[in-house]
T-cell receptor
Framework: GAVVSQHPSRVICKSGTSVKIECRSL??????MFWYRQFPKQSLMLMAT?????????EQGVEKDKFLINHASLTLSTLTVTSAHPEDSSFYIC?????????????FGSGTRLTVV | GENVEQHPSTLSVQEGDSAVIKCTYSDSASNYFPWYKQELGKRPQLIIDIRSNVGEKKDQRIAVTLNKTAKHFSLHITETQPEDSAVYFC????????????FGKGTTLSVSS
């Protein structure tokens, strides 16, 4: 089946630094990548949608200058949390749709637990 | 945009009982309705899904029903087992390329033996 590899699984960073999260589609072409954030005991909240080669579309209330999304190829999308603060601590997870092995469907990465200290 | 409401937020049942979780959606264009099971710190795991051209779908102990007119869909788990304990999310989307899943707030199911 379709696989999205997400790294790192856990990261601890100091306040004010930046963190990059990568999602790679291993056996299909991820034409669209969705980025979600999940706070403890809450649901997955859509942050942004990115199509390969295009600028990401951000949901209302999500700062595009703080959460930089790059989707430069059909197999790689990255989310960079810039100038991270403790309130950015959360579980970040990507989800991809595309063509190739998966057909229609949403394939999730394994998530990244970000802790900002 | 789409808004998905999910109830109840918590559900406790005895092993062997049935569990029902209900969701409503707002966008009449939505036509794909998956259900996910999520364990702490893990990715959501698709357990069953239904498309709008079908009213019911069953997979062993799990079934999903869809009422497009009322814009609601439900997850039914029969003969619950302790390993069914987890957080369950419903979601909705349209079939248009590049459309995200919008999730409900989740239901924490506890099955006691």
């Amino acid at each position: 089946g379709a696989v999205v590899s997400q790294h790192p699984s856990r990261v601890i960073c100091k306040s004010g630094t930046s963190v990059k999260i990568e999602c790679r589609s291993l056996d299909f072409q991820a034409t669209t990548m969705f980025w979600y954030r999940q706070f403890p005991k809450q649901s997955l909240m859509l942050m942004a949608t990115s199509n390969e080669g295009s600028k990401a579309t951000y949901e209302q209330g999500v700062e595009k200058d703080k959460f930089l999304i790059n989707h430069a190829s059909l197999t790689l999308s990255t989310l960079t949390v810039t100038s991270a603060h403790p309130e950015d601590s959360s579980f970040y997870i990507c989800s991809a749709t595309g063509t190739g092995g998966s057909g229609y469907g949403y394939t999730f990465g394994s998530g990244t637990r970000l802790t900002v200290v | 945009g789409e808004n998905v409401e999910q109830h109840p937020s918590t559900l406790s049942v005895q092993e062997g009982d049935s569990a029902v979780i209900k969701c409503t959606y707002s966008d009449s264009a939505s036509n794909y309705f998956p259900w996910y099971k999520q364990e702490l710190g893990k990715r959501p795991q698709l357990i069953i899904d239904i498309r709008s051209n079908v009213g019911e779908k069953k997979d062993q102990r799990i079934a999903v029903t869809l009422n497009k007119t009322a814009k609601h869909f439900s997850l039914h788990i029969t003969e619950t087992q302790p390993e069914d304990s987890a957080v369950y999310f419903c979601a909705a989307s349209t079939s248009q390329a590049g459309t995200a899943l919008i999730f409900g707030k989740g239901t924490t199911l506890s099955v006691s033996s």
